[in-house]
């Protein structure tokens, strides 16, 4: 069992930055991959980022490649989202997700086991 709890997020002007956590109970947080997934008002759930169980690893959406950057510190058993030029079309509900099994990398919510409750990030025109 994973509790994820979800920090960082705020408003922000477009182009500015912003780092968001997710800290993880429990103490096999590294046999965990993570992922980031977003959801707007009215759309589904989309995918973000991804990084595999050591952080060797990670994969973006096509939208926020050379924007964002995910990373993890097992130690701290936390996951971060650093977010730099910030567009208003990147406004959501972010969410970490914990999946299992740790050698997939998925874009698939429904893969993912255990999930925050989420963080706002408003962006700013």
């Known amino acids: 069992q994973v509790q994820l709890v979800e920090s960082g997020g705020g408003l922000v002007q477009a182009g500015g930055s912003l780092r968001l956590s997710c800290l993880a109970s429990?103490?096999?947080?590294?046999?965990?991959?993570m992922g980031w997934f977003r959801q707007a008002p009215g759309k589904e759930r989309e995918f973000v980022a991804h990084?595999?169980?050591?952080?060797?690893?990670?994969y973006y959406a096509d939208s926020v490649k050379g924007r964002f950057t995910i990373s993890r510190d097992n130690a701290k058993r936390t996951v971060y989202l650093q977010m730099n030029s910030l567009k208003p079309e990147d406004t959501a509900v972010y969410y970490c997700?914990?999946?299992?099994?740790?050698?997939?990398?998925?874009?698939?919510?429904?893969?993912?086991?255990?999930w925050g409750q989420g963080t706002q990030v408003t962006v700013s025109s």
């Open positions: 990084i595999t169980w050591g952080g060797g690893s990670t």
């Open positions: 429990g103490r096999t947080f590294s046999s965990y991959a």
């Open positions: 997700a914990a999946d299992s099994i740790r050698l997939r990398v998925s874009v698939r919510p429904g893969d993912y086991d255990y």
